[in-house]
């Protein structure tokens, strides 16, 4: 199951739009990505400008359709303008144990 | 809901040993604390011999729960085992948005 740790860091006093861009982004995931299981985003306790997302698809195709959504496009745009875009990292995971209850939605 | 990323890197020549001690450690988790929503473990891809937890809980007390159970005892112990102590890194964070899908188990 592809997984990915992705972390962004907000320009500092653009928090608030950079928050609704997360918040938009994550909507449109949800409605629009069934092979999105999930979409989580984090602040670190301490960091406050620092974005960690947690995201894991149903398979490598789910993964690259992700990639190549209008939403992750619009999202790219935006990451210049709120966000500080060099510091941005992604890291590809491939999951080896462990589990998630249903209560985690 | 606090969550956390923890990394471990496995001693060469160990991992055998280290990824046993995992899923020892996953199956107790999952089997004595309903309060932990979520214990993934991940290999990165371009890093074969890391390790990343991604651990949610349904609350702090749920947390301090976690870290204080026998199986994390034993788990302490192996670290200085089968992985390489001084690498090892736990990062907090909060949740601020995003979902997960039942189907994601």
Do not use: C, W
């Amino acid at each position: 199951m592809p997984t990915i740790i992705a972390r962004l860091t907000m320009q500092e006093g653009k928090e608030t739009e950079a928050l609704e861009v997360l918040r938009t982004m994550a909507a449109a995931v949800q409605s629009e990505e069934p092979g999105a299981l999930a979409y989580v985003i984090h602040r670190p306790k301490d960091n406050p400008l620092e974005i960690v997302f947690f995201e894991a698809y149903a398979d490598d195709a789910a993964l690259q359709a992700h990639m190549q959504t209008p939403h992750m496009g619009t999202f790219r745009s935006a990451i210049g303008e709120f966000f500080d875009a060099p510091k941005t990292k992604i890291e590809q995971l491939e999951r080896i144990d462990g589990f998630v209850r249903p209560e985690l939605s």
